[in-house]
């Protein structure tokens, strides 16, 4: 029943905004019917999805709910009304079994506009996005190899715009913009917990975090041209709240393992900029200037209590160092000074030429305090409620920033189309922290949290890219382009607290990134009805990291994709596509030399297949068709040193359809579809099948 009564929400929503437009265009003149105007509705009746197997997992691959949906997919409608005022309707509404209407897809949106007057847009949207709900495996365990949260995983996320301006002809343009955004629901965290069996203990117990969180943003534009400048402003304010809850539950054969730690985080933050600037094109609009200046204050706020609990969710605490923290709090400010300058030429139609500068100055400064509490008598034990210790921090940074950049964009070639960018920055930042501790009632049992440094971090950051579009004859098209990416860290310490045998304050002196890329792409076109093209795209960046007395440590993460496409159409009405890609992607660290535990590194190289096809048998029906395999095969069974995360899985969706043309302005589209994902059960769990049936009938109007 409830479905009904939702269906009926979305269609009286769409009815109350059209019948009054529709109304006021009904005006007195040569024509008084209502101008209903142009437009279309997609209605999905409705959709069944049967899943066999874990329906969460399904839900997350595809973004897609189970069980039953329905509603407007989409509605579109654009009305003229008198003295030329433009009036466009948008909408969309689905929903689910869910009781509650605020959690489904949604999206409204109405714009006024009348030429050299104004305009007014409102726009609501609304979406679920859905996460699963298991963690890792590790097959070596007998009773806790895998597990379910055993609750349903989905953040709602939505936006709502109200938009306004005055566009009065040599009048300045105003416009106002207010947005706010929200997510609220839960979502699932990659700080799997641990499971523990038989005195051996593996990180694959799954978690997850309730959010509700909510930014109000307004924003004042202007702008005015002055002889031949344009002057722009811009003041913009930002409010953000939020109230987290992470829930990371331990899991064991025991009632010492079997324990919860709960994490409650309330972050506030207030953001202010003003920007100003002008602008102005010169030589007959072949060469074009501009210089910005912006302000932005930033002060921010964060709660945070973290708790232990046993099975039974009554407080403990399991270890010396257990997670009893109450009433943490940080509070944060920031200044930042920022100015840009940009100059454009485009002397021949053939080259344009772009350089740009900024320079940025920020301050910042934090602290914080982090109490304490053990337990009755400062082991593990019942924590009493009373403050042990507390730990407090005081930060100051200050962050100088350059940054230069040039593109050249050359046409000269016959065919051809070369580009260039290369841009490169500057940093220096002079960061202080400090760290110590207060007594209450017991001190804590390490000292690994008090220290002090002042340390001079410079940053070296460039990057080039060169590229190209290719027609050297008739028949093929090419494009191919190079990226190189570079980034330097480098650390003076130049104070630091006395390193103990255990802590040390300041320690890394050197972080390197680099990372080269190539993609190409080449098409054929040497008839119309057969058209090939191939596509290479290559990513390989290397880590390197460089701390006091300790060699230097790399890692490498490379990727390769490979994608053949091939479009075939034997017969005006038939059309074929096929396509096939291979992804390698291979991670190496440092812990695959490791004597003691060796872990190989990550691989998850992905062979996909995808065929589609349409046919039209009669003028008013096509036949579609889809099918895709993925298959990955990367598990690495060493189970006796770590977790063997290897992707490994096969994944098939078909999905047929057939769209009838009733009318001109009538169509009804059935479709059904089939998906699969089959994982090895030794790398991954929450294998699952599903059948979906649909129909979707559109309309059309004016």
């Known amino acids: 029943m409830h479905i009904h009564r939702q269906l009926l929400l979305v269609v009286g929503i769409i009815g109350i905004i059209c019948f009054p437009l529709s109304a006021v265009l009904a005006v007195e003149g040569e024509n008084t019917h209502p101008n209903l105007g142009t437009g279309s509705a997609e209605i999905l009746p409705a959709q069944y999805t049967f899943v066999y197997g874990n329906g969460d997992k399904f839900q997350a691959h595809n973004w897609m709910k189970t069980g039953y949906v329905g509603g407007v997919e989409e509605f579109e409608e654009h009305y003229v009304a008198p003295q030329d005022i433009n009036v466009w309707i948008e909408g969309r509404g689905i929903l689910d079994e869910d009781p509650s209407v605020t959690r489904n897809d949604y999206l409204g949106s109405l714009e006024v506009e009348k030429k050299d007057l104004g305009f007014l847009k409102v726009e609501f949207k609304e979406f679920p996005k859905y996460y699963d709900t298991m963690g890792g495996v590790y097959h070596r365990f007998t009773l806790l190899d895998h597990s379910n949260l055993g609750r349903d995983l989905e953040l709602d996320i939505g936006t709502l715009i109200i938009e306004a301006g005055l566009t009065v002809e040599e009048w300045p343009e105003i416009e106002f913009e207010y947005e706010r955004e929200f997510k609220d629901g839960d979502k699932s965290r990659l700080t799997w917990t641990s499971a523990v069996e038989g005195g051996l203990t593996r990180k694959i117990g799954p978690s997850w975090q309730e959010i509700h969180e909510t930014v109000h943003a307004f924003t004042i534009k202007a702008k005015h041209d002055i002889k031949q400048y344009t002057v722009k402003g811009e003041q913009h304010w930002e409010f953000i709240e ?55 204050r930033v002060k921010n706020s964060e709660q945070e209590n973290l708790r232990e609990y046993d099975e039974f969710l009554s407080p403990r605490s399991f270890t010396n160092n257990a997670e009893n923290k109450f009433n943490a709090r940080a509070d944060n400010h920031m200044d930042m000074h920022t100015l840009v300058a940009n100059l454009m030429g485009n002397p021949w139609s053939w080259l344009a030429l772009n350089t740009k500068l900024k320079t940025e100055l920020k301050r910042s400064r934090g602290n914080s305090t982090y109490p304490s509490d053990l337990s009755a008598n400062g082991l593990a034990g019942v924590p009493d409620g009373l403050i042990d210790y507390t730990i407090l921090s005081d930060n100051h940074n200050r962050t100088f920033r350059n940054g230069q950049g040039f593109s050249v964009r050359f046409k000269k070639i016959p065919r051809t189309a070369l580009y260039t960018e290369f841009d490169i920055e500057e940093t220096r ?53 190079v990226r190189y990416r570079y980034d330097n860290v480098s650390y003076d310490d130049k104070r630091e607290s006395v390193a103990t045998g255990t802590a040390k304050s300041a320690f890394f002196d050197e972080m390197d990134t680099e990372t080269i890329e190539f993609n190409t792409r080449t098409t054929l076109r040497v008839v119309k009805w057969l058209q090939p093209s191939f596509r290479f795209i290559a990513r390989d960046v290397d880590y390197m990291t460089r701390t006091e007395g300790e060699a230097q440590m790399q890692s490498s993460l490379l990727l390769n994709d490979y994608i053949y496409d091939l479009t075939f159409m034997p017969l005006p009405e038939l059309i074929m596509t096929g396509s096939f890609a291979r992804e390698q992607l291979a991670t190496k660290t440092p812990a695959g030399g490791n004597l003691t535990a060796p872990l190989p590194g990550f691989d998850a190289d992905v062979n996909t297949w995808l065929f589609s096809t349409s046919y039209i048998p009669r003028e008013n029906v096509t036949l579609t068709g889809t099918v895709s395999v993925s298959r990955a095969d990367n598990f690495n069974d060493y189970a006796a040193t770590g977790i063997p995360l290897g992707a490994d899985f096969n994944r098939i969706t078909v999905i047929l359809g057939v769209k009838w043309n009733l009318n001109k302005d009538v169509t009804i589209e059935p479709e059904y579809g089939y998906y699969q994902y089959a994982a090895n059960p030794h790398a991954d769990a929450g294998s699952y099948y599903a059948h979906v049936a649909g129909l979707e009938v559109s309309v059309a109007w004016g």
């Open 242 to 296: 939020s109230e987290n809850k992470r829930y990371e539950k331990n899991l064991g054969t025991t009632a010492a393992t079997k324990f919860y730690n709960i994490q409650t985080q309330n972050p506030e933050a207030a953001f202010m900029s003003s920007t100003i600037g002008v602008e102005r094109w010169y030589l007959k609009e072949k060469a074009y200037s501009s210089g910005f200046y912006r302000y932005a």
């Open 429 to 481: 930042n002079w960061l202080t922290e400090n760290r110590w501790f207060t007594v209450q009632q017991v001190a804590p049992t390490s000292t690994n949290d008090v220290f002090n440094r002042r340390t001079v971090i410079d940053m070296v950051r460039g990057a080039g890219t060169v590229g190209g579009d290719f027609s050297p004859i008739r028949y093929i098209n090419s494009t191919a382009q």
